[in-house]
């Protein structure tokens, strides 16, 4: 532990040193120094308890209310502070480059400082054993999110997706200050320890999970409480919402797992509410991300997706304990996961691949791109491979996770009882998978193919190695754990088996055939990208003899293609979008000659907005109580005295 | 003799700057009693001094924090005015000094007094120590804002004079000397009830008016809105502090009498019904000054609530005044610097606070945070407490209300305050005066640092403070 | 005794007087005069003398009946307010509302269990005092009134004082009067600048400052 | 894990797939009175292709060149994942139907992206149109999976179709309501076949209007060698999925090794005859119409699977 708090405190050091230092010129060198060190340092200890060894837990008594605060690190832990330094290292160093054209206009010392905060905030959440250091870093992480949202906040548009992500992190802080106070009355002390000691009476416990679903799922990021996300992650810097959407909203999902692990399972409705709404979110949040025209948002919406994904997993494990199945929950909660480590690191890098487009062109629009491969070509790959990760094929990460919750949810069909309806939730991973497939099949061509359809995707260049350098980082992370799955796979179950408290043979029984059955993956990930190569070396040799024809697109007749002309992304995700009518969030406006569609947020504008306008209205319908007569003033303390002086003539004078 | 010297040192110090004529030396004068009344606290602190006056002034917990808070507010304002009357030299300000150290002097003995009827001289002196002070601008907003002060306050103020005569009346048969604290608590079981409950519900209505709990609120925004920053600082933080001391000292009695189950309802119900009333105005309000009074308002509930709740709410409500009181004092303190460059209160009209400001926009960030409970504010964890005893004291309901009303307090709060600090700023200030950001720098250094630890004087002080109320420490 | 009653009588007498007048001076000259019953009660009541009595009579015949009535005149001197607007309810109104108070405060009075040797009208008029003086606050609109109303509540508070004369100390008395003196003197300050600051002849509402 | 047995039933299916299309438009031209092209067309025109040279637009990048190829690799890469003796695939192991799936989505992905890289808006159209009606036919894929899952045990589809999956009894009526189950999946399955493979009533490979295409409109560009790659992949394709419908249909696990062979065979051919019957009696759906129908599949697929689950 002493080596990951060093970590800790030479990221912060680092943070300090790039806002102190900000107008010399070493401040980013230093900065990527201390950062590169303090992840270094403070992943030893996780990359050990991931390896099989043990850590010994630290915890301070700072006397009451705070309390003791303790902080550990097990396997659940170790992964997620794995996924926050890791993915946060290859953000931070991502946001020196990207940042540095900003320094003319405002402090990106301050903001390198906030994004330090950040990191460490989030490695403390995942650490932390009792309930208020969990909440301090807690709510470090999600303010110092909010300062980096609203970095351009001369934006009207990013002032109020700052102000809306403000309002239900707090709610979501809230929810878990409840849930901890409850959880904390009953157990009769608030570290973990104490909780995970404790037995909560049935309804007590009921509010604790339905708490921790709340808080927790603002945080996640699941329908219905999205809402503040794409609009969050779309105004950030591109780092930052590599971060906020790779990690932070991570974290709800840690939150989750914790709990779980610390109550010892959740009862059957709690894990089918999970399971339903995991896949609500991924229903939806895929086909809201395909009627986005805006790159940023739409990835965002696919994190809803993939928090969909996950929470699916989560749901099958949560159910295999519920109903007593310890082979199902390791699946499940493997499941869950390993696609929370490999959706941080495609989704950082596509968020990292949109900001290099964004820094290229000038434009998030993707209806104002295309074209970008061929001057782009590294940032196309990179970008390629994250497509084909998220989407969860083969030969890359995102297939092995995906895979993973499939079994998991198959698994249940195989037990007896009512948990068997749970296999039926592979039909909408299915559905969710097809979609997310023509969504990203929608980003690649649309941004990189064909041709610019603006003079600013015209003029995208490559970048520098700068950002280049932590894109293939994480790229390579993902062929890793595609290639190398059946370690993945042991990490993920070993973590798994953390959270569902399973011990012994039992455990060996799941983890070893699941291992062997993971090479299978990589037998066929290996022969796709072997047999690809092959083919494409032999298609080439056979073009050198059979030289090729270069010539314009045919384009049935019409003489070649411009820009404009193109499919664009709105008519592309048009026949799809119909098929789900009203769902799928967009407003069509029709003219003659022109067709436009304007994807909005079916929570936010029809729910959540509505709902604050009722409230105001309601504030404004009684601002007349303060209407300024003083007389009237009198009159309330009159009517008090009146009030109370009556209240004890009839009840409190006996 | 040090007791005394807490409460003459200003009393004298405020006839003295009345006969400074220099302004620069009326300020200095200020600063220097502020600093001499705060080494005395800290004195009293290491060496707690006998009662004076047959335990009529005396220095228990409870009284302890509020004196502190009411020193350490004091002392960061003092330094504040410094830099303000720099900045905005006021017509009278021979007037503004001398008002002020008579308030420290009054609200020291509010936290001192024993003995009911010197509380509710204190408090009343207290109350009319400021009114001048609201009357500083001297232009018609001002002069409608001190007299609604002024009437609605004084008519409380008689109130709680009526139910201390109560109080009186219902020791009539009891030993002691008459409207002590001490021998009211230690006789309390020979208290007649019916007069003790009586006086319960007139001290509640005059000092929850002097605290600002709704529907008795309504002069807080009026006078808030009108007075100086640093008045206003003085007054959320300290001023309602001594106010709710006020109510905690009766609450004393009606503990060690038995009439909780009669005096805890209404607690709840009026800081219940002040956080309804504080969110409803919240919401859509413009006005920043408005903005923080009815903050206030809130804050003032959750007291009573704490209060009403009993078990840790008690103990809460104890760490809550003083958390409250520093966070109040900084926003006050940050936001005058705001109106200064701005020149209005209204929140349309300042934007890019952030960039215009950078100290005094981050500092105003934090207070937003530190207001509205985020961890790692005080303010988190003496709220956490008050929740704590409501799911403790079977109060479930209670917990759920604060929350929602917590959250909806928050939006209001955030859309207005962000709007100050974000945006693109008109122009560019030069460099902030040291004067104007130290104090509101040591306050949220303060406020941050009681929400990670607490130290172990203030500790015990709080466990008291809490026994005394009835409560227990977490 | 009866002299102590008498004066309580004409205490409630003056309530009426505010209440049903439309001058201000009427007031003003109403509320001096009670003050000279207040001031005179102490003595009226007690039945073994001291300095105590003598010096709260004394206090409080000097600040309630000469003091404050002269300085609220001062106030309203230089403005050429001389009458009150018609009350938010009618004179009328306010005096059977006042007649109304009385009978409560009678009612209620019968229900306190009360220290014995005190004056059985002393507890009745304090409340009816009180009552009135709450509804002289609330049904004026000129500031004035509104400082005579604050008197009459304050002058009910310390009718009610007096049943405990004996175990109240002088100190505190004194301060509380000090208190009352001081709140209107200020209160008198700010009436002044009201009726300097807004035209004396529309009505004063000051309302400019509300949500 | 990988089963060598299994490589002579590879090579036939690759070998035999061209047929299949050729049969089912001769099958078509039979019933609606015409004499057709020759069954092995798709030979010639094979053949033909190969010999000649690509013309590449100058808009297209190494996407446009990579798509054939990897629509090639994963068709053949899919048919390695099947049982296709009936017995066992040659690679198989837990959860491998899933990346049956997956390899066919990424040969999928490969030629939307060529599509869209051509910049024209016919290839766009139709790569919005294949992505889109892909997407209706997977959850019916899975969900036949699961109810095969359900009924057998297994997690492999070795195990769900080859040795030891028990379809034979569970036709029979050995299980529950397991025979309509199965009966239910066929039809899905073949559904999703029409669909995957761009047949009538999805789509019609006989077109020439480019606005009403799919499959075909996607490959506009596409030439030489390249369409060869496409078009051997997509008889790939029908002949790999018309395999998993036979695999459903006709448990071939008690058979003699020989019979197996050319009871496949013949399943194959039933397919395709069954493609160019369908093609005769029905029109093209109407492109809005196509998710509906693909969610009919799903939809029998679902009832498959509870059939199996309320047991």
Excluded at chain 1, 281 to 300: P, T, Y
Excluded at chain 2, 346 to 351: D, L, P, R, S, V
Excluded at chain 3, 144 to 162: A, P, S
């Amino acid at each position: 532990m002493t080596l990951f708090f060093l970590g800790l405190g030479l990221i912060l050091a680092g943070g300090a040193f790039a806002w102190l230092l900000q107008r010399t010129r070493i401040a980013d060198s230093v900065f990527a120094l201390l950062v590169s060190l303090g992840c270094a340092a403070a992943l030893i200890p996780a990359a050990g308890v991931l390896g099989g060894r043990t850590v010994a837990g630290v915890a301070w008594d700072l006397g009451p209310p705070t309390g003791i605060w303790a902080f550990d690190i097990d396997a659940l832990s170790a992964l997620f502070v794995a996924v926050v330094l890791g993915v946060g290292l290859a953000a931070v160093l991502y946001g020196i480059s990207y940042l540095a054209p900003e320094r003319e206009h405002r402090s990106v010392g301050g903001t390198h400082f906030l994004t330090a905060l950040f990191l460490v905030a989030m490695a403390l959440v995942v650490t932390a054993r009792a309930t208020i250091p969990f909440l301090i870093a807690w709510e470090l992480m999600a303010l110092s999110a909010y300062l980096l949202v609203v970095f351009e906040d001369e934006q009207r548009e990013v002032r109020r997706a700052g102000l809306i992500y403000l309002a239900a992190t707090h709610i979501g802080t809230l929810a878990l200050v409840a849930m901890f106070a409850l959880w904390g009355t009953h157990a009769g002390g608030f570290t973990f320890d104490a909780f995970s000691r404790s037995a909560l009476p049935a309804g007590a416990g009921a509010a604790v999970l339905s708490l921790a679903l709340l808080g927790f799922g603002f945080k996640a990021g699941l329908v219905p409480l999205h809402f503040w996300l794409p609009g969050a992650h779309a105004a950030a810097p591109s780092h930052i919402s590599a971060l906020m959407s790779g990690v932070m909203i991570k974290t709800g999902i840690y939150g989750l797992l914790r709990v779980i692990s610390l109550i010892g399972g959740a009862p059957p409705w709690w894990s089918w509410t999970v399971l339903a709404l995991g896949a609500l979110s991924g229903v939806l949040g895929v086909l809201w991300a395909l009627a986005q025209h805006d790159l940023k948002r739409l990835l965002a919406y696919h994190s809803i997706e993939n928090i969909g994904i996950i929470l699916l997993g989560v749901g099958t494990g949560a159910l295999g304990i519920a109903y007593g199945r310890p082979a199902l929950a390791l699946l499940g909660f493997a499941g869950a996961v390993l696609h929370t480590a490999n959706h941080a690191v495609f989704k950082s890098l596509l968020f990292m691949g949109a900001g290099t487009v964004f820094r290229a062109t000038g434009t998030r629009a993707m209806d104002r791109l295309g074209g970008l491969a061929r001057h782009m070509p590294l940032t196309w790959i990179l970008f390629l491979i994250g497509s084909v990760a998220i989407v969860g094929l083969p030969p890359l990460n995102g297939f092995v996770s995906e895979w993973l919750v499939f079994l998991g949810m198959l698994q249940a069909g195989a037990a007896l009882g009512p948990v068997r309806a749970a296999v039926l939730g592979a039909g909408v991973l299915a559905l969710i998978g097809g979609l997310a497939l023509a969504c990203f099949a929608k980003v690649g061509g649309v941004v990189f193919l064909g041709e610019p359809r603006s003079e600013s995707a015209a003029k995208g260049r490559e970048a520098g190695p700068g950002y280049i350098a932590p894109m293939a980082a994480l790229a390579l992370a993902c062929v890793a754990i595609g290639l190398l799955a059946p370690p993945a796979v042991r990490i993920a179950l070993e973590v798994a088996a953390t959270v569902a408290g399973a011990a012994g043979p039992a455990r060996q029984d799941v983890i070893a055939p699941l291992t062997a059955a993971a090479s299978g993956i990589t037998v066929v990930s290996g022969g796709l990208v072997v047999l690809i190569g092959l083919a494409w070396a032999w298609r080439r040799m056979l073009e050198r003899r059979r030289p090729s024809a270069w010539t314009e697109t045919w384009a049935c007749g019409y003489n070649g293609v411009a820009g404009r002309m193109q499919y664009t992304a709105a008519s592309y995700a048009a026949p799809l979008l119909a098929a789900f009518a009203r769902l799928s969030g967009i407003r069509v406006a029709r003219a003659p000659g022109a067709f436009h569609t304007h994807p909005f947020d079916l929570v936010l504008e029809r729910l959540v907005l509505p709902t604050w306008r009722r409230m105001a209205g309601t504030a404004e319908a009684i601002r007349p109580l303060q209407q300024g007569r003083l007389q009237t003033y009198l009159l309330y303390i009159v009517g008090v005295l009146l009030a109370l002086l009556l209240y004890l003539w009839l009840g409190g004078a006996a | 003799m040090l007791l005394l010297a807490l409460v003459l040192l200003p009393a004298l110090g405020a006839l003295g700057a009345y006969l400074h004529r220099a302004e620069a030396r009326r300020t200095a004068w200020l600063v220097a009693v502020a600093a001499i009344h705060l080494a005395l606290v800290t004195l009293v602190w290491t060496t707690p001094p006998p009662a004076v006056f047959s335990g009529w002034i005396a220095v228990d917990a409870l009284g302890l924090i509020v004196l502190t808070l009411t020193s350490l507010l004091f002392f960061v304002a003092a330094i504040y005015t410094v830099g303000y009357l720099r900045r905005e030299s006021p017509r009278g300000g021979r007037a503004f000094v001398s008002c002020v150290l008579a308030f420290l002097a009054s609200v020291s003995l509010v936290a001192l007094s024993h003995h009911f009827a010197v509380l509710w001289i204190a408090l009343e002196a207290s109350t009319l120590a400021v009114a001048p002070l609201i009357f500083h601008r001297r232009d018609r907003r001002s002069l409608e804002a001190v007299w609604k002060y002024l009437v609605i306050s004084s008519v409380a103020i008689a109130l709680a004079l009526l139910g201390t005569f109560f109080l009186s009346t219902a020791q009539a048969n009891s030993a002691g000397t008459p409207l002590l604290l001490e021998d009211l608590v230690a006789d309390a079981a020979r208290l007649h009830p019916a007069w003790l409950k009586a006086a319960f519900i007139l001290l509640l209505v005059g000092y929850g008016t002097k605290m600002g709990l709704a529907p008795m609120h309504t002069w807080k925004p009026d006078t808030y809105g009108e007075a100086p920053s640093v008045v206003g600082a003085l007054m959320a933080g300290a001023l309602t502090s001594a106010a709710f001391l006020g109510l905690a000292r009766i609450n004393e009695v009606t503990t060690a009498a038995g009439i909780s189950a009669f005096t805890r309802p209404l607690l709840l119900f009026f800081g219940l019904f002040s956080i309804v009333v504080a969110a409803a105005f919240v919401i859509g309000q413009t006005d920043v000054k408005r903005l923080l009074a009815y903050s206030s308002v809130e804050h003032m509930g959750l007291l009573a609530v704490g209060l009403g709740l009993g078990g840790v709410g008690a103990y809460g409500a104890t760490l809550h005044i003083v958390t409250n009181g520093l966070t109040k004092g900084l926003l006050f303190l940050v936001l005058g610097n705001v109106i200064l460059v701005a020149g209005t209160t209204q929140a349309g009209a300042m934007h890019g606070l952030a960039k215009r400001l950078p100290i005094s926009g981050g500092l105003l960030l934090l207070g937003l945070f530190a207001v509205t409970g985020s961890p790692p504010s005080g303010v988190f964890i003496s709220e956490f407490a008050i929740l704590r005893a409501a799911f403790a004291e079977g109060h479930v309901w209670v917990g759920v209300v604060l929350l929602i009303l917590l959250v909806v307090i928050f939006l209001g709060l955030a859309t207005t305050i962000l709007k100050i600090v974000h945006g693109t700023p008109e122009r560019r200030e030069p460099r902030e005066s040291g004067w104007l950001v130290l104090g509101p720098i040591g306050l949220a250094a303060g406020v941050i640092l009681l929400g990670i630890y607490i130290p172990a004087p203030l500790q015990s002080a709080l466990r008291q403070a809490a026994a005394a109320l009835g409560g227990v420490a977490p | 005794m009866p002299a102590a009653d008498l004066l309580l009588v004409l205490v409630v007498l003056a309530d009426f007087m505010v209440l049903g007048t439309s001058r201000l001076t009427t007031c003003i000259r109403a509320i001096a005069l009670q003050g000279l019953m207040l001031g005179a009660l102490p003595i009226a009541l007690t039945q073994h003398w001291s300095l105590h009595i003598v010096g709260l009579a004394v206090g409080s015949t000097v600040v309630k009946s000469l003091v404050l009535p002269w300085f609220l005149r001062r106030a309203i001197r230089e403005a050429a307010v001389r009458r009150e607007v018609e009350p938010s309810i009618g004179f009328t109104l306010s005096l059977v509302l006042g007649i109304a108070a009385v009978a409560i405060a009678f009612g209620v009075s019968q229900r306190l269990p009360l220290p014995a040797g005190v004056s059985e009208l002393l507890v009745p008029v304090a409340l009816a005092t009180v009552i009135m003086g709450f509804l002289t606050l609330t049904t004026r609109s000129k500031a004035v009134t509104q400082v005579v109303g604050y008197l009459m509540l304050e002058n009910g508070i310390y009718l009610f004082g007096l049943t405990s004369t004996d175990r109240v100390p002088f100190l505190v008395e004194i301060g509380v009067l000090l208190d009352v003196f001081v709140a209107v003197f200020i209160m008198g300050i700010v009436v002044f600048h009201i009726n300097r600051e807004f035209d004396s002849l529309s009505s004063i509402r000051l309302t400019e400052l509300r949500d | 894990m990988i089963a060598w047995t299994a490589i002579p039933a590879l090579l036939l299916v690759l070998v035999v797939a061209p047929l299949l299309p050729g049969i089912a438009t001769k099958t078509k031209s039979w019933l609606t009175g015409r004499r057709g092209p020759p069954v092995l067309q798709l030979y010639f025109d094979l053949g033909k292709l190969w010999r000649k040279r690509s013309t590449y637009s100058r808009t297209t990048t190494w996407m446009f060149r990579l798509a054939p190829l990897a629509l090639l690799v994963t068709s053949v890469g899919a048919a390695c994942l099947l049982p296709l003796d009936g017995r066992s695939a040659l690679l198989g192991f837990r959860g491998d139907f899933i990346a049956f799936a997956s390899l066919l989505a990424v040969g999928r992905f490969a030629l939307v992206l060529a599509g869209l890289d051509t910049g024209s808006s016919f290839e766009g159209m139709g790569a919005s149109r294949d992505a889109t009606f892909a997407t209706f036919a997977e959850p019916a894929l899975f969900l036949g999976f699961v109810t095969l899952f359900l009924i057998s045990g297994n997690l492999s589809l070795t195990g769900m179709l080859g040795v030891g999956a028990g379809l034979l009894s569970a036709w029979i009526g050995g299980g529950g309501h397991a025979a309509p189950a199965l009966a239910l999946i066929t039809i899905s399955l073949f559904l999703v076949l029409l669909a995957e493979t761009s047949r009538v009533p999805v789509d019609d490979p006989a077109t020439h209007l480019e606005l009403t295409m799919i499959h075909e409109v996607i490959v506009l560009d596409h030439s030489g060698p390249d369409l060869a790659c496409i078009l051997y992949s997509s008889a790939v394709k029908l002949a790999v999925l018309g395999a998993l419908v036979v695999g459903v249909l006709v448990p071939r696990t008690a058979l003699p090794a020989p019979l197996t062979g050319l009871v496949f065979t013949g399943g194959l051919v039933l397919v395709a005859v069954a493609i160019g019957i369908v093609e005769s009696v029905m029109a093209r759906l109407r492109l809005s119409r196509v998710p509906q129908f693909l969610v009919a599949a799903a939809v029998l697929s679902t009832l498959g699977a509870l059939l199996v689950l309320v047991r």
